[in-house]
């Protein structure tokens, strides 16, 4: 089956950097979209970014400039950088594998990881 794990959460006052990373096993990792999504206590998931197996992104407005997505298929893991953290960044943020194949579609999601931005 396949797993999702999320590393690379913490504390980190405004204005700083993280990385984050998400490390599949159990699948041809290079044929699946990637996706970062967070949810805030109260709040909705929300998609942050998304990569597309040829390396192809899409950001979410509230992060654009500031977080990038990236993917090292030789590694199997997807990455979020995020830089110039804002209080609004805390989150739990979760990883998403995707993949349309006939017949269907297929999801995954990694267990999330906490970021938390506070002075």
């Known amino acids: 089956q396949v797993q999702l794990v999320e590393s690379g959460g913490g504390l980190v006052q405004p204005g700083g950097s993280l990385r984050l990373s998400c490390a599949a096993s159990g699948t041809i990792f290079s044929i699946y979209a990637m996706g970062w999504y967070r949810q805030a206590p109260g709040k909705q998931r929300e998609l942050v970014a998304t990569?597309?197996?040829?390396?192809?992104?899409n950001y979410a407005d509230s992060v654009k400039g500031r977080f990038t997505i990236s993917r090292d298929n030789a590694k199997d893991t997807v990455y979020l950088q995020m830089d110039t953290l804002k209080p609004e960044d805390t989150a739990v943020y979760y990883c998403?594998?995707?993949?349309?194949?006939?017949?269907?579609?297929?999801?995954?999601w990694g267990q999330g990881t906490q970021v938390t931005v506070s002075s």
């Open positions: 990569i597309t197996p040829g390396g192809s992104a």
């Open positions: 998403k594998a995707h993949r349309t194949a006939p017949g269907g579609t297929f999801d995954y």
